[in-house]
């Protein structure tokens, strides 16, 4: 986000300027960092590609290298209940979550970006709140909550959901709200619109690739989480990640290789979609 | 600004601060509060104020153990972090190469698989008959397969993998945000090499170094998943004590304390973003 905004007018100024100098001199220099670079992405990618490997493994345990390739984890996955039930609430969980973090992060973004004036740091470090609190300690909260207030526990884990997401779903509607003409809505409240009529048909039509993108990362956060939902599952109401968390405390086998090879790539090509829509980098405040 | 303006302002502020009023910062101020009151073992709290809760993490051994040895892991993993983290953030942000945006993607993606999928990845990677211990048998390094899950060696490793995202984003933010033109006065000026990067690039990349250590140490300290599925048996950190405290003991006051532990931690962040100063 930081560069964006100011590249252009760099970019003329450093026009006829000598390049900037960089810190690798010699070849055999290059040659180490490039090493070392290389050595950093091995780290970072092999846990991942390893978890796709052992989920072909057609034996009873983990063990690698594995003799052959074999479907029994996927079939055990499709035939286990247990497995197939989270997968679904998370699914359903995911989606309804994003859509309210997503619609609750279009109007705060948009008060935040025009209506708050100098205030409006004050405004998106509020909006940031629940990222500043250690997720463990919201679900402890709202696990102390349920204990004094008969709420359903289904409901209250769906609003600890759009909580953690909507830090990411403000800041990224946000970052495409700065890229809406402000004339454009002037426009329209001098010919007559309401200010709902001008959010409705003026701007959010011109954010909606922000709006797609923001609705697409809160979903990965919803079903990538495990700290809201590790106090706040119920029975018939566990999500994915807690399904298999508790399943991992006892035991270990391949399916969850299976399970989490397909959660990976659902994530990938989410992630994708949204590389394409507006950038990564956009919706992470980078 | 007129009045009909500033009364539509506040209707689109109604959603979140009703939100976060009900189920975050009433929840949270409530379980804090519990930390100050006294234990009872068929009721939440007995709505006596004490100090019993933070004497005993503070002064009883096993607590303390359990503290010192948290901060001791978050220490390693926020230091190993940064050593990883930066020169790939610097690479990330000088590298020319057009396979950027795909080695940008390869650093969020597993940001984005979430906590579970990489645990289990090092749970594969360091079992008895893993690929760690496969390599290092034929190789001939060892004889016996090492024991690597369930120890403080494993756990910092997988610790470090899943957190070092984190140490990478701020400093990236720093060091794409510096001007380049502060680099190229000093190099004119006749600073060489190593000289322009230790003087000028990386005191200007501060804030992002601060800002990475910190999540990365908060993280680091409110662990529970990762050390409850390969940490070492007999040496708990202080979110898995939290989460037991809560989960089988039921004594809520002490989880209070030790969660504000956690909460003293995550205040680090908050400075450090408002020293930090750029992003809010």
């Known amino acids: ?286 | 600004m007129t009045r009909s303006a500033r009364n539509f302002g506040r209707l689109l502020f109604a959603p979140i601060t009703l939100i976060y009023l009900l189920f975050l910062i009433l929840p949270v101020s409530f379980f804090l509060a519990l930390s100050v009151l006294k234990y009872h073992p068929n009721d939440l709290y007995q709505p006596i104020l004490t100090l019993e809760n933070y004497r005993r993490l503070l002064f009883d051994g096993f607590y303390l153990a359990i503290i010192g040895r948290t901060l001791k892991i978050a220490a390693i993993v926020t230091l190993v972090s940064l050593a990883i983290g930066y020169p790939l953030a610097y690479f990330l942000a000088r590298t020319r190469t057009a396979w950027r945006g795909v080695l940008m993607f390869l650093v969020i993606a597993p940001l984005m698989s979430g906590v579970i999928v990489r645990t289990y990845g090092w749970i594969v990677l360091f079992g008895t008959e893993g690929l760690v211990n496969s390599v290092l048998k034929a190789v001939g390094l060892i004889n016996a397969p090492l024991q690597l899950l369930n120890t403080q060696f494993g756990l910092i490793v997988a610790l470090v993998h899943i957190l070092v995202p984190y140490m990478v984003f701020p400093i990236f933010s720093a060091l794409a945000g510096l001007d380049r033109n502060v680099e190229r006065a000093a190099s004119t000026l006749g600073a060489r090499g190593w000289r322009v990067f230790f003087e000028v690039t990386l005191p200007l990349s501060r804030s992002g170094i601060v800002m990475g250590s910190a999540l990365v140490f908060t993280l680091t300290a409110g662990a529970v998943v990762t050390p409850a599925l390969m940490g070492p048996r007999d040496g708990r950190v202080l979110g898995q004590m939290v989460y037991e405290l809560v989960g089988s003991v039921l004594n809520w006051p002490l989880a209070a304390a030790a969660a504000s532990l956690l909460v003293l931690c995550q205040f680090l962040i908050i400075f450090a973003k408002f020293r930090s100063g750029r992003r809010v």
């Open chain 1, 1 to 286: 986000m930081s560069d964006g905004a100011t590249a252009a007018p760099r970019a003329r100024l450093s026009a006829g300027l000598p390049p900037a100098p960089r810190v690798n001199l010699g070849p055999a220099q290059r040659l180490l960092a490039g090493l070392l670079v290389t050595l950093i992405y091995v780290f970072l990618l092999t846990p991942i590609v390893i978890v796709v490997a052992a989920s072909f493994n057609p034996g009873q345990s983990n063990a690698l290298p594995t003799g052959g390739l074999s479907l029994r984890w996927y079939r055990d996955f499709a035939g286990s209940d247990g497995f197939v039930n989270a997968f679904k609430f998370s699914l359903q969980l995911g989606l309804v979550a994003a859509i309210a973090a997503t619609a609750i992060g279009l109007v705060t973004a948009y008060g935040i970006v025009r209506f708050l004036g100098r205030r409006r740091a004050l405004g998106q470090a509020f909006a940031l709140m629940p990222m500043m609190i250690p997720h463990i300690l919201i679900s402890l909260a709202l696990l102390l909550m349920l204990t004094q207030i008969p709420l359903p526990e289904a409901a209250v884990l769906l609003i600890g959901h759009v909580m953690i997401c909507l830090p990411f779903t403000v800041a990224g509607i946000i970052a495409s709200l700065e890229g809406v003409d402000h004339q454009l809505e002037m426009a329209a409240w001098t010919l007559g619109a309401s200010r709902w009529r001008i959010l409705w048909e003026i701007t959010i039509p011109l954010v909606a690739p922000g709006l797609v993108s923001s609705l697409l990362f809160a979903f990965i956060v919803s079903f990538g989480d495990v700290y809201i939902s590790l106090f706040l599952s119920s029975p018939g109401k566990t999500t994915l990640p807690i399904e298999i968390f508790t399943f991992m405390l006892w035991d270990s086998s391949p399916v969850i290789a299976a399970i989490t090879t397909v959660q990976m790539l659902m994530i990938i090509a989410l992630g994708l979609a949204i590389e394409r829509l507006v950038g990564l980098r956009k919706v992470m405040r980078l």
